[in-house]
């Protein structure tokens, strides 16, 4: 980071924000901004701490396992209900800044409030205004009891990454960022290079300082405009040229892909020109699993780890995937079966371009049930709920089967040939 | 000071202990009343540590959010407690949980839980957040009223061997490790001429662990810290304190202490079994190739200690112990632990719960003292420094364990538990898995 976030608040009000953005609704198991915010920056490289402003409960939102970057960036000012009723915790979350900067001397410091500091009505923003520090504050204040959308958060993430950033006044056509996608083993970087195109992925879960790449680039692809609104209007803003252009998931996505890149780029060459080789091998990979006419469970709603692959095009780019093969695909959503929840499915099937005729389950016990009445055998979802699949005597295609590109193609085909090799 | 704002190493608090808990009983289910996060909080910790059973099917989070909480969220808990049990059909135990953050306001929740529990027809069991408590201490808790559940008044029929139950056992995961334990656990009651009864907690439902009125004694493990005479007042029958039975000293120590406390007097001590025969061999075999490593042990304080007492059995120096817990006892109940036994272990050389600065400035002072770290680290499955682990084998002991699963009898405790860790401890050493 180039010292280029300074102190913002959002939080819990932002909720309400979402359902006022072109997607209408985040379908997404909601979470809280702790939680949210801890399950990014545990996972993102980059000089810069993290002060929970709660209970020491909360940081148990951190992971604190062999996978995690590097757990000793997080502090908490461990507020007890003394320090509520009597001093309140504004001086400790003082005193916690100063230290911390002492202590780790990052460039960064972001500041997030819980529930316990909302109730009390403390302001993290208003506490942290007058501190004069060498390291940036971002602070974040999750209203007591707020619930966040998981796109929504990764996000207000992207956006703050990406405040005070400019574009170059002059760049190469011939250079990109890609925003948002999926990881693809580096497959669009080898096969745009063939068209003399530079590209840089970018994400929520980017060490901080590849955001300065940004500054190198003029164009800027993104994976979902819709999940991203707000950073797509803030890119837009400060003067990048940003185009939507979904995940190369399936062939017929990959083809556009490269297809609207290349445009993008101004490159006159035809995008079959550089990707034949992936693209029969691709296609090959598809045809014996075209004869199999199988009947799909899609099941959304039981997703909960801020996930790009999940949260991108409403966790709806793999269903192409299947109907590209043929397969007869019907969507199951988890949640309240209510008036209200379906005419916001309806909204968000529609924003997606995706609307059809779809199944409503309560909780993630009914899965068996629904499966049974309704005579499907597979369904892809979450591991997790494996085991009420089974209880169907149903197979499970697992989340992350369908991978993005050419070589994701013909990848998932593979798995898909081993899973679904032998009839139920 | 840094240390005020830093996380404890150990730092898991009282909503998973109670999570544990409902994880442990199959037929029971958990009503969060909490802020949404909590969920994941709590969840989250067994979603990569349990690959058996499922968590996600036990926690239900009562969909509380700001406007609910505004508008009065004890109608919401009970409709969604409720819902929650007639879609399931049934629940054998509903616990319900808040956090600080839901019990600041004062909600009165009394009258909604005597409703919740008439109208969904079978015990519930409101634990709250708390502000201070760990989840040991509360999933001891969760056990501790688990056990009120029991019909005490029933006697138990007289037999020629007394039966026992055991209480306090931290079964956190239905993978064979946990599930070996148990059976580890029976055996060595039964090696010493008593019935294994009811086992607090190993995965039995609800109606399993109401048979415990059967038995006539309750042998109490140290993951149980709550006043033994309170247990003894709960139940009506005597509480026996025994120590974890964690290498081959401890195992017989436990049968000891099993036939002292049952009995009042001590036997005179048993035919050495098989068992003991081969693993003191054992222990001497293994000795050859273990002797002079250097191992960090990181656990709670009854698994730090029977860890160090087998280690130094195996002339493994332990030049560090971090302590994971206060309310098993802590840094003082290892020590004097370690004193009972008769392993020579300085104070300074235990850290008890420490943030990461602490723990790096004792590696640090280790490492220009002794110019070198550790061999071995047997820890669970916890983030730590590059310059701690560096050239170290790591055995993953412990919760969590996201690293190393079970899907074979592997017991740590007991004498099958003394097999297995030397076999693990030489793998290690030689960097054979």
């Known amino acids: 980071m180039s010292g280029n976030v300074e102190k913002t608040a959002c939080g819990g009000h932002k909720t309400a924000a979402f359902l006022n953005s072109p997607a209408g609704v985040d379908l997404s198991q909601p979470g809280c901004l702790i939680e949210g915010m801890c399950r990014v920056l545990s996972f993102v490289e980059g000089n810069f701490a993290v002060i929970l402003h709660s209970e020491l409960d909360c940081a148990n939102m951190i992971f604190r396992d062999g996978r995690a970057v590097d757990p000793r960036r997080f502090f908490c000012t461990n507020l007890s209900e003394r320090d509520l009723l009597e001093k309140g915790g504004a001086e400790k979350l003082r005193r916690a800044l100063v230290e911390v900067t002492e202590y780790l001397n990052p460039r960064l410091i972001f500041v997030l409030g819980g529930c316990l500091a909302s109730l009390a009505g403390e302001e993290v923003g208003a506490i942290c205004s007058d501190m004069k520090l060498k390291a940036k504050i971002v602070t974040l204040s999750g209203a007591a009891f707020g619930k966040v959308g998981q796109g929504e958060l990764l996000d207000t993430f992207c956006r703050l990454m990406i405040e005070k950033l400019r574009p170059p006044k002059k760049a190469s056509t011939k250079r990109l960022v890609l925003l948002g996608y999926p990881r693809d083993d580096a497959e669009s970087q080898k096969i745009l290079k063939r068209a003399g195109i530079e590209v840089f992925a970018l994400g929520p879960y980017s060490p901080l300082y590849r955001w300065e790449d940004l500054e190198k680039v003029k164009l800027v692809a993104l994976s979902d405009g819709l999940i991203f609104s707000r950073t797509a209007q803030g890119l837009r803003q400060a003067g990048w040229q940003v185009v939507e252009i979904p995940p190369p998931i399936g062939l017929r996505r990959c083809e556009e892909f490269y297809r609207k890149l290349l445009e993008f780029s101004d490159t006159e060459q035809k995008a079959a020109e550089f990707s034949r080789a992936e693209k029969s091998e691709a296609h090959q990979a598809q045809e014996p699993l075209k004869g199999r006419r199988l009947r799909l469970a899609y099941h959304l709603g039981s997703r909960k780890d801020y996930q790009l692959e ?17 397969w007869e695909v019907e969507l199951f959503f988890q949640g309240a079966v209510e008036e209200e929840r379906r005419r916001e499915i309806e909204k968000f099937l529609r924003a997606y371009g995706k609307l059809r005729p779809f199944t409503c389950l309560p909780d993630r016990l009914s899965l068996a049930r629904v499966l049974r009445e309704k005579g499907i055998f597979w369904v892809y979802c979450n591991e997790s709920l494996r085991e009420q699949a089974r209880a169907a005597g149903a197979g499970v295609i697992p989340q992350g089967t369908i991978r993005p590109g050419f070589s994701g193609v013909v990848e998932s085909c593979r798995r898909l040939e081993i899973l679904v090799g032998h009839d139920r | 000071m840094i240390d005020e704002f830093e996380i404890p190493l150990g730092n898991q608090r009282g909503l998973l202990g109670v999570f544990l808990a409902a994880h442990a009983i199959p037929d029971a289910i958990h009503i969060l009343f909490t802020g949404v996060g909590c969920k994941s909080k709590a969840q989250r910790q067994i979603a990569h540590h349990d690959l058996v059973r499922d968590a996600g099917n036990k926690m239900v989070w009562a969909d509380i959010g700001e406007r609910e909480f505004i508008a009065g969220p004890l109608e919401r808990l009970e409709n969604l407690t409720l819902e929650t049990v007639r879609r399931r059909g049934k629940a054998g135990l509903i616990f319900i949980s808040g956090s600080a953050a839901a019990e600041f306001p004062g909600a009165d929740l009394a009258a909604t839980l005597r409703r919740i529990k008439r109208l969904a027809g079978c015990p519930v069991i409101y634990l709250p957040g708390g502000w201070e408590d760990d989840h040991f201490l509360a999933y001891a808790r969760a056990m501790r009223e688990v056990l009120r ?17 055991i209480v306090g056992y931290f079964f956190d995961r239905y993978e064979e490790d946990r599930q070996a334990d148990c059976w580890e656990l029976y055996s060595l009651c039964l090696s010493v001429g008593y019935n294994p009864g009811s086992l607090f907690f190993c995965g039995d439902e609800l109606k399993e662990l109401q048979r415990a009125w059967q038995a006539e004694v309750n042998v109490v ?11 003894e007042a709960i139940t009506g029958r005597p509480a026996v304190k025994v120590d974890l039975p964690l290498g081959p000293v401890a195992c017989r120590r436990f049968e000891e202490q099993l036939q002292m406390g049952i009995s009042g007097e001590k036997k005179p001590p048993l035919k050495m079994s098989y068992h003991q025969l081969e693993t003191t061999e054992l222990i001497a075999g293994a000795r050859r190739r273990l002797a002079g490593l250097r191992a960090l042990v990181v656990a709670e304080s009854p698994v730090a200690a029977g860890m160090v007492e087998l280690l130094s059995e195996l002339e493994v120096s332990v030049p560090l112990v ?14 004097e632990k370690l004193k009972e ?22 590696a640090c002072q280790l490492e220009k003292k002794d110019g070198r770290l550790f061999d071995l680290i047997i820890a669970p499955d916890l983030w730590l420094p590059e310059e701690i682990t560096i050239g170290a084998a790591w055995l993953e002991v412990g919760f969590p364990s996201h690293r190393r699963h079970v899907f074979h009898k592997e017991p740590v405790l007991g004498w099958g538990g003394v097999y297995l860790l030397v076999q693990r401890l030489l793998s290690a050493a030689e960097r054979i898995f």
């Open chain 1, 310 to 326: 999940d949260l991108v095009g409403g966790g709806l780019l793999e269903l192409e995937f299947f109907e590209e093969l043929g």
């Open chain 2, 149 to 165: 559940l029991v019909n005490w008044k029933t006697s138990p029929k007289k037999r020629k061997s007394k039966t026992v139950n």
């Open chain 2, 221 to 231: 493990l140290p993951f149980y810290p709550l006043p033994l005479y309170e247990l």
């Open chain 2, 322 to 335: 971090v302590i994971l817990d206060r309310s098993l006892g802590g840094k003082k109940y290892f020590l």
């Open chain 2, 341 to 362: 036994y008769g392993v020579d272990f300085p104070a300074e050389a235990a850290l008890e719960n420490p943030g990461y600065s602490c723990l790096e400035k004792a």
